[in-house]
């Protein structure tokens, strides 16, 4: 029988490793909305690489994981107000894409200004890869955390939000080599030199952007439908009513060209629903068109139906101009992955809700006395660069997003949403609008400047109002921006490279312990 089990106490150089990770998660949390420190995006990943840079790589790579789970649960706790088993598990997913940004630091064993390189592309590739594996998930990018400053996020129009990312984590890791190994003072000089004329070239950019010539005068609806209400029966009259309520504040004004509702603002299928569409054309006809989200419904040969989450543009007839369903879809919230495995029956009495089909392809509007081009993205479809992207080399010189951000916090998430929301209209240079039943309803000019929002003047955007904006939209033949052209060459040779680097890595450590 053995003795009692000693617990080892962790050394100086462990605690010193964790509180280095915990800095960098606090620091990442701080970038990023509630507290939106801009500056913390500059400086968040220091302690974490100067650990990396001072520990074996086993403590380096526990504590990156650290890092990226604590940064990752504070950030998206709004997710606690839908589920948090997903909260636990996104966290934890997330996490892991910081691990090979560390694993780089700690192997490398060149110069500063190839470090900071390294650690870029590095960080840029696994951020594009967690956009993109499983359907993606790229919130929150380093790069967003830049969005209230502009002069730092004008590189998007060149590389996307991924070039804005490679930016940041270069200064980050120039910082880091600085403190973590006093040396290499001339390419640490020539690394700041390129920062600052990145920035310096933004600062320029964001002066000389060219105002266009016509313009359109939107009204965006914010109805404030508490999410426990949307689908109460005994709540449709009233939500019929808010929205008939503001939609006639909207068209008070007569210069009104167009009033925009948010995500699924109907309670029903509007296509099929005698009392939506009534209240659609008894307001349309008043001499606006009216954009809103919708249900839809589709009933195959077979007599199966298909749901969409769409969004229709009434004319002033009151007839269906143009019509739109949401291409990438929320999994657990809109499909269930491999549903169809499951027989109908037994998804019944489990009670999974009905699962929405996604739509094909983007739609292009023509709307205005200018006859305006715009794409509509539904919910969070606007933190997607390659929707908008497609949707403007279609011919889309202004992006509507149509949302609902009621099922989470009132504060936080709605935050977050607009400020990544924010990089599509600078990577296409183009306005975005938003359209919230509650969140952060607002314009959003192609330099990424919040044009106006939607607030009850003591800081809060979750009440219902009316905005009206008048967006300068660009002409129908304007160039498109080098992102727009070539679209995401820099996020994907990150990424490349990083998986590259990764399988090398992983085949020579196992050649080793072969040959050993």
């Given at each position: 029988?053995?003795?009692?089990?000693?617990?080892q106490r962790s050394t100086s150089t462990e605690w010193t490793a964790a509180a280095c990770a915990a800095a960098s998660g606090l620091l990442l949390f701080a970038a990023f909305p509630p507290l939106e420190w801009t500056w913390a995006a500059w400086a968040a990943l220091v302690p974490l690489l100067v650990m990396a840079r001072q520990t074996p790589a086993r403590t380096a790579l526990k504590m990156g994981l650290g890092a990226g789970v604590l940064f990752w649960l504070l950030s998206l706790r709004w997710l606690t107000n839908v589920t948090v088993l997903g909260w636990l598990a996104v966290s934890a997913y997330c996490a892991l894409y910081v691990l090979p940004a560390v694993w780089a630091a700690n192997r490398w064993r060149g110069g500063a200004f190839g470090f900071a390189a390294a650690v870029a592309v590095v960080w840029c590739g696994s951020e594009f890869l967690r956009g993109w594996v499983f359907g993606g998930f790229p919130w929150n990018p380093l790069g967003v955390a830049l969005t209230p400053w502009l002069p730092a996020v004008q590189l998007a129009e060149i590389g996307g939000v991924w070039l804005v990312t490679g930016l940041a984590a270069f200064a980050n890791a120039l910082l880091a080599w600085a403190v973590?190994?006093?040396?290499?003072?001339?390419?640490?000089?020539?690394?700041?030199?390129?920062?600052?004329?990145?920035?310096?070239?933004?600062?320029?950019?964001?002066?000389?952007?060219?105002?266009p010539e016509?313009?359109?005068?939107?009204?965006?609806?914010?109805?404030a439908i508490p999410q426990d209400e949307k689908w109460v029966p005994a709540k449709i009259l009233g939500i019929y009513e808010r929205l008939a309520e503001l939609t006639r504040q909207a068209q008070a004004d007569p210069a009104t060209e167009l009033v925009i509702w948010p995500e699924t603002a109907l309670p029903d299928d509007v296509r099929n629903s005698e009392n939506s569409y009534a209240l659609v054309w008894s307001l349309c006809t008043n001499g606006t068109p009216i954009l809103t989200g919708s249900l839809d419904t589709a009933v195959l040969d077979s007599g199966e139906p298909q749901y969409f989450n769409s969004a229709f543009l009434f004319d002033v007839e009151g007839r269906i101009a143009g019509e739109y369903d949401k291409r990438h879809l929320v999994i657990g919230g809109e499909f269930i992955p491999l549903a169809g495995l499951v027989p109908a029956a037994w998804q019944v009495?489990?009670?999974?809700?009905?699962?929405?089909?996604?739509?094909?392809?983007?739609?292009?509007?023509?709307?205005?006395?200018?006859?305006?081009?715009?794409?509509?993205?539904?919910?969070?479809?606007?933190i997607l660069p390659d929707l908008a992207r497609a949707d403007v080399r279609a011919g889309a010189r202004m992006l509507v997003n149509v949302t609902n951000d009621a099922w989470f916090d009132a504060l936080v998430q709605p935050r977050q949403h607009m400020r990544n929301a924010i990089l599509r209209a600078v990577e296409n240079r183009v306005p975005l609008v938003r359209a919230c039943n509650t969140g952060v309803t607002c314009a959003i000019a192609p330099s990424g400047r919040i044009a106006a929002f939607l607030s009850d003047g003591a800081g809060r955007t979750d009440g219902s109002g009316v905005l009206w904006a008048d967006v300068p939209v660009p002409a129908d033949a304007a160039s498109l921006t080098f992102y727009a052209r070539y679209g995401d060459i820099y996020g994907i040779a990150c990424a490349a490279a990083t998986v590259s680097w990764l399988a090398t890595a992983a085949w020579k450590r196992r050649k080793r312990a072969k040959e050993f």
């Open positions: 029988m053995g003795g009692p089990m000693k617990i973590a190994e006093r040396r290499g003072g001339r390419a640490l000089a020539a690394g700041a030199l390129l920062v600052a004329a990145a920035l310096g070239w933004g600062a320029w950019r964001v002066a000389s952007l060219p105002v016509r313009a359109i005068r939107v009204a965006l609806v914010q109805p009495a489990w009670g999974w809700p009905a699962s929405i089909t996604a739509g094909k392809e983007g739609a292009v509007f023509r709307v205005g006395e200018a006859g305006v081009p715009l794409a509509p993205l539904v919910c969070f479809e606007d």
